[in-house]
């Protein structure tokens, strides 16, 4: 049980963290511009803002002295709980998917030998006009574009990532991920499998803490910079360097971050699939 000044604390705390990321999006939103990095977080993800700033405290938890706090929790004579006897159910499939998921990608070593490439790949032989992010600047012509991608290959095993590659890109690509493959193909080192900690969090909301949720958030936003800069995009206009992966030198600083976010993120996996253990074993 929470008591009403915890919890409450808990929740504007909450709130003030979101907000930093949450109010600068809105204003761009609202004034018909986007950034590359960090609206991709709202954009791509489908966690809307409102959803993401909302705290809850996690499943078995009593809100002490909370009467009406939301549509998925019940009111008890000590406080607001959330409604495990409707939730379960409906979230034991996702549950029981997620954690098969996590426990696999924590299984295996981390590969960090993909240098981005997955990012030059959804931009191989396509005009400037047709690339995702057509607002901003190519580092690279085409033409020299495609010959990194062609003389270094790619390496990518996650999904997600593949299915944006340009259709000359994909028979260049090592592996060919599938939806079903998933499981078996994730792994730690991949930024975008540490990226999606973020969607398996949210996910699993309200049913696990925000800060949880707000945690993976934060990673995946740094993530996605990194992401952005190993790309063959020029974002330096807007205080991103690149990381020249065509280069010895880059490839080793993008190997770095890699084992940096790898290890970052193992306690946020560890977190999650712990999460989906718990609420897997109850029952209600």
Not at 9 to 38: C, I, K, N, Q, T
Not at 181 to 206: F, I, T
Not at 254 to 282: D, G, I, N, S
Request: glycine share 4%; charged share 30%.
């Amino acid at each position: 049980m929470l008591d009403r000044r915890e919890w409450q604390e808990r929740a504007a705390a909450h709130e003030r963290r979101v907000d930093a990321w949450v109010a600068p999006h809105l204003r761009r939103r609202e004034a018909g511009r986007s950034h590359p990095v960090e609206d991709f977080m709202f954009i791509y993800y489908g966690h809307r803002p409102a959803r993401l700033r909302r705290w809850h405290p996690g499943a078995g938890v009593v809100l002490a002295g909370a009467r009406g706090f939301g549509k998925e929790y019940l009111d008890t004579d000590e406080g607001a709980v959330l409604d495990l006897a409707t939730l379960l159910p409906r979230r034991k499939a996702t549950l029981e998917w997620t954690a098969a998921l996590l426990s696999a990608t924590a299984s295996r070593p981390p590969h960090l030998g993909c240098f981005g490439m997955h990012e030059w790949a959804m931009v191989y032989k396509l005009p400037q006009r047709e690339v995702r992010h057509a607002a901003q600047p190519l580092r690279l012509p085409p033409e020299e574009i495609a010959e990194v991608v062609e003389r270094r290959g790619v390496r990518c095993s996650h999904f997600d990532a593949f299915r944006f590659f340009t259709e000359p890109a994909r028979p260049l690509n090592a592996l060919q991920p599938t939806r079903e493959r998933q499981v078996e193909l994730e792994q730690p080192g991949c930024l975008h499998a540490n990226m999606d900690l973020y969607k398996w969090a949210y996910k699993l909301s309200p049913l696990v803490p925000s800060e949880l949720v707000a945690d993976c958030f934060e990673l995946a936003r740094d993530i996605r910079a990194v992401d952005m800069r190993a790309s063959p995009y020029d974002l330096s206009a807007l205080g991103y360097p690149p990381i020249r992966i065509e280069t010895a030198a880059g490839r080793a600083e993008y190997a770095a971050a890699q084992r940096v976010f790898a290890e970052r993120a193992k306690p946020l996996r560890a977190r999650l699939l712990e999460e989906c253990e718990r609420l897997l074993a109850l029952r209600v």
